[in-house]
């Protein structure tokens, strides 16, 4: 990882500097500013996550939401160095006052599974079909833990080859309880089991359980439900509900399923193409969507008391991640594009703290009614835009959200 | 478990006998009879109709079938028609040299093969992963008594560091018996382990890019730990099973290399009988070939069982 600033990290990096320097407190618990996430492949650089800044406060359910593809795992696992074959690039991405870009694949290590966890969508696939699920959480424990149990290969090879966790080393036993704490009947039983012999949502609960057992102050939990039935589902959401409760743990949870936003989230930033489009606290997200594109998310949700024919389906398809128009990535499936969306993005803020915008409709040289544009002052335009990125140079970043929930 | 082995072991049995049955009628379909070969290309009809009488060849081809398979049931193989012989006293001496040479080739192309192909599959694409794959497709490519021509070369004529010929048994010294076999060994060893390498690669490299191996990576685990506690044992669930039909090669491979180094095996053994069309021992001598793959294919699939926790034998069945 490295940290330097592409020539285009001034358009995102406004996102920070428009924020009128609010009562949040503390210091957020995670910064993000301007991280640029870039594949190289044969068919060219592909901008993964593409200038997204955000921040997750202490305590919080910080929601991802966008399409497959948007960048939303990409730009997780950029965050833990987990982003193989990626360059990773920001202006700033820091956990409490550590700088996590300066860190080398050792300290990393530190803060994986220790500080910062993960849950990953399958958990058929995600945990390991031979060991037994008590020692994959117990080894979580032996090694972000001194708890004088040694860690060495050696040691860790004759545990697992020859002896066996020992069922009263504290390891296991907190393993043990751990499965009892994410809600796993006879626990001592289960731990003893390899995940093929338990269902799905058992399987998730173990991630969580494994996720758990670091003592982390921020679990990413990246589409958690997604391969599990709707009834499980909620239990699992529930679940991690309560852990936040519980344990005051911070949740970064991505999903591409707003109802599970509406029913979990505190916050939510709407990504699409790796870029931000929209971020706000979730009731206002719902109540007041701004950006086209959330709109368009949310108009496409299903409603029981739908007397719609149809479902208003986003018309066209993400854009190839090595041709995206310039400027607003959605202007070219936007029913409401025009002149300004080549222009570089902006957030611009809307009436709550907090709620920005990346559209250029918003911008105050622009009077319109709803979508539809009355007149464009595009010299003033422009001038805004510039306005905007400019005031991120040199303005120390305040999160200007989620002080409601500090 | 044991209600499967009993299962497997009766299956084992009945793959032997069938073997053993085309073997049988295999070698009577063969053109040239023991009489003629034994009594030499000069000898008189009336005396090569004799000895066939002598021998039980002249009689219906299901009666010599019968009574063979009888014998078989009292654990009789039969005598060599070439030096009378019991065939069971003659298996017996001659299978100590090939298993040693089939085992410890086995136990070298395990030791290459393995750590190589890990590499291979973590360094890939670079120095390593080519050196790797390179060595392993020459090993693939030469056949097992070429590689014996080469090492006798090298090794017993140009370096004299070993004896070039003949066996000789661990009971007179394990030292003696690992020079003997070591570059028998070494040649089949090598194009068996040449292909479990490239299995090893593949089936490691599938294993690195699992979920699972992401997972362990954002517990925080260091590298080593992740490739050996949580890779090696997953990807070798595949090998085993490879290793074990791979064996018919290995075996395979003895017996050519035993000729390369004038050694007294089983494979020399066969040739020979064949050679002599001398039924009995032919069919003796793939018995127990059948026997050895056969059940070292079993002894895999319950090895298959401790490192794959997925696959329970038994239970319903």
Known sequence: MSSSLPPNANAQQESNATASPTDGGDDPLLVVEDLHTTFSTDRGEVPAVDGVSFAIEEGEV???????????????????????????????????????????ERGLRAIRGND????????????????????????????????????????????????????????????????????????????????????????????????????????????PTTALDVTIEAQILNELLDLRDEFGVSIMLITHDLAVVRETCDRVAVMYAGELMETADAGTLFDDPRHPYTRGLINSIPRTDDDREWLDAIEGNVPDPTAKPSGCPFSDRCGAAFSLCGEPLVGYPAGKSGHRTWCHLYNDAVSRDGDEIDHVDEMKAKQHIEEYAAAADGVPYRPDFGSEYA | MRRYVAKRVAHAAVVIYIVATIVFFAVRAIPGDPARVLLGGDASAEAIAALREDMGLTEPLYVQYF????????????????????????????????LSIAGLGMVIALLIAIPAGITSAVKRYQWEDYVATGVSFLGISMPGFWIGIVLLMVFADQLGVVPAFGYVSFRQGIIP?????????????????????????????????????????????????????????????????????????????????????????????????????????????????????????????????????????????
């Open chain 1, 62 to 104: 910080f929601g991802v939401v966008g399409e497959s593809g948007s960048g939303k795992s990409v730009t997780a696992l950029s965050l833990l160095g987990l982003a193989d074959g990626a360059r990773v690039e920001a202006d700033r991405v820091s956990f409490r006052d550590e700088d996590l870009l300066a860190k080398d």
């Open chain 2, 177 to 317: 018996w690992l020079e003997h076999i070591a570059l028998p060994a070494l040649a089949v060893g090598l194009p068996y382990g040449g292909i479990l390498m490239r299995m090893t690669r593949s089936s490691m490299m599938e294993v690195l890019n699992e979920d699972y191996m992401r997972t362990a990576r954002a517990k925080g685990l260091n590298g080593r730990l992740i490739l050996f506690k949580h890779g090696l044992q997953n990807a070798l669930i595949p090998i085993v099973t490879i290793a074990g039909i791979l064996l018919g090669v290995l075996l395979g491979g003895v017996v050519a290399v035993e000729i390369v180094f004038g050694i007294q095996g089983l494979g020399r053994l066969l040739i020979a009988s064949i050679e002599r069309r001398d039924f009995p021992v032919i069919q003796g001598a793939v018995i127990v070939i059948s026997f050895v793959f056969v059940f070292m294919n079993l002894f895999v699939d319950i090895m298959y069982t401790s490192i794959n926790p997925r696959i329970k034998y038994g239970g319903g069945d």
């Open chain 2, 67 to 98: 009574r063979w398979v009888s014998r078989i049931f009292q654990g009789d193989l039969g005598t060599s028609v070439f030096s009378d012989q019991s065939v069971l006293q003659m298996l017996m001496g001659v299978a100590e040299p090939t």
């Open chain 1, 116 to 223: 910062i966890s993960m849950i990953f969508q399958d958990p058929m696939s995600s945990l390991n079909p031979v060991m037994t699920v008590g020692e994959q959480i117990a080894e979580v424990v032996r090694h972000h833990n001194d708890i004088g149990e040694s860690r060495s290969l050696f040691a860790e090879l004759r545990r697992k080859y020859v002896t066996g966790t020992s069922e009263s080393s504290a390891s296991w036993e907190r393993a043990v309880e751990l499965l009892e704490t994410v809600g796993i009947p006879d626990p001592g039983d289960r731990a003893h089991e390899y995940p093929h012999q338990l269902s799905g949502g058992m399987k998730q609960r173990v991630m969580i359980a494994q996720a758990l057992a670091g003592d982390p102050d921020l679990i990413i939990a990246d589409e």
